[in-house]
């Protein structure tokens, strides 16, 4: 059933959850918004209409992901949905069938302190979350999938139950990314802030990876036509060799800045203009194309779901693939 708001069983665990977050200033205040309620305030909204003091000491018997109802837009509507129903269905649909137990753990870790984190923010108030994956994190309704898929996602939430990642105390910003092409980047190079847990790291065994590498080729009439439209003030002699200048590349290998018909554009707007798969490209110009290789898929910052599969695939455990990625940080148990 479709709610707008939570159930009271909910509102027992959110307002700890929200108390014990709200002390550690789990959420960035340049991220929260300046309207978004305080901590306090949302637990004493949440506790309204609370159970009794029998009911509520069952609840605590229960398991923790169990216990906790989300509310999810979905489909334009907020659904009240246990934390196990929505991260089962988060690793049905960010994670590719056939990989193994411990990369599904992870992902099962970094998805629950995703979204955790992201109630305190309220990116879609009153809603938690989204189910879009190109906003928040994709999901996949559970019986909709054979039971052999479903239960061994099921199996990793279970097996990871309230566990989330933190720095410093508090629940990190927990992004991940299909593939690296070898070599993640640090947030501060492609966001412009930076986080001591998400740097630049080795992330080898992604070939398998259907967008390990990648070639777009651009008619060349579009290519001057689509960065005249971003930055009039390009110019495109008739010696092709001066149409590309000087180029700066991040630790991680991406483009930072590059000179293209005598302007400087950020390898991230570049990447947006051609649709590219990654800001790690090379380019090449040709009499009729301008023709992009790009390594990798995604941001490339946090956790390499190619990567992880690969570590795994090395006998490394879901912890060593999370302190692998995320650099400095506790493994523990959600607080009550």
């Not at 305190?120 to 009153?126: A, G, I, W």
């Not at 847990?197 to 080795?202: A, F, G, M, P, T």
Request: hydrophobic share 40%; proline share 4%; with cysteine.
């Amino acid at each position: 059933m479709k709610h707008a708001f939570l159930s009271a069983a909910a509102a027992i665990g959110f307002a700890v959850l929200l108390a014990a977050a709200g002390s550690r200033g789990a959420a960035r205040g340049s991220d929260a918004g300046a309207d978004a309620p305080s901590a306090a305030e949302s637990a004493a909204s949440l506790t309204a209409g609370a159970r009794t003091e029998p009911e509520a000491e069952a609840l605590v018997k229960a398991d923790y992901d169990g216990r906790f109802f989300l509310p999810v837009l979905r489909d334009g509507e907020i659904e009240s949905m246990d934390l196990q129903t929505y991260l089962t269905g988060v690793l049905l649909a960010e994670l590719p069938e056939r990989f193994s137990q411990q990369t599904r753990m992870a992902q099962a870790v970094a998805c629950r302190t995703y979204v955790l984190r992201s109630y305190l923010r309220r990116r879609h108030s009153p809603a938690a979350v989204c189910t879009n994956s190109g906003c928040c994190q994709g999901w996949v309704d559970p019986q909709t999938v054979s039971p052999a898929r479903r239960e061994a996602a099921l199996a990793a939430v279970r097996a990871t139950d309230g566990l989330v990642i933190r720095y410093g105390g508090e629940l990190i910003e927990a992004t991940f990314f299909s593939c690296s092409g070898g070599k993640t980047e640090a947030a501060a190079e492609v966001w412009g802030s930076d986080a001591a847990y998400l740097q630049s790291v080795e992330s080898p065994g992604e070939e398998s990876a259907a967008h390990f590498r990648d070639e777009t080729e651009i008619p060349l009439t579009d290519f001057c036509q689509t960065l005249r439209a971003e930055n009039p003030a390009v110019s495109f002699p008739a010696a092709k060799g001066a149409w590309v200048g000087e180029i700066s590349l991040t630790t991680g290998g991406g483009v930072s800045r590059i000179e293209l018909g005598g302007q400087v554009f950020s390898g991230r707007t570049v990447r947006r203009l051609f649709s590219l798969r990654s800001t790690a490209f090379t380019l090449t110009l040709t009499d009729s194309s301008a023709i992009f290789a790009t390594r990798g898929c995604g941001h490339r910052v946090g956790m390499s779901q190619y990567g992880a599969e690969a570590m795994a695939q090395e006998g490394k455990s879901f912890e060593e693939i999370l302190k692998w990625y995320y650099r400095g940080v506790d493994i523990e148990p959600a607080e009550l």
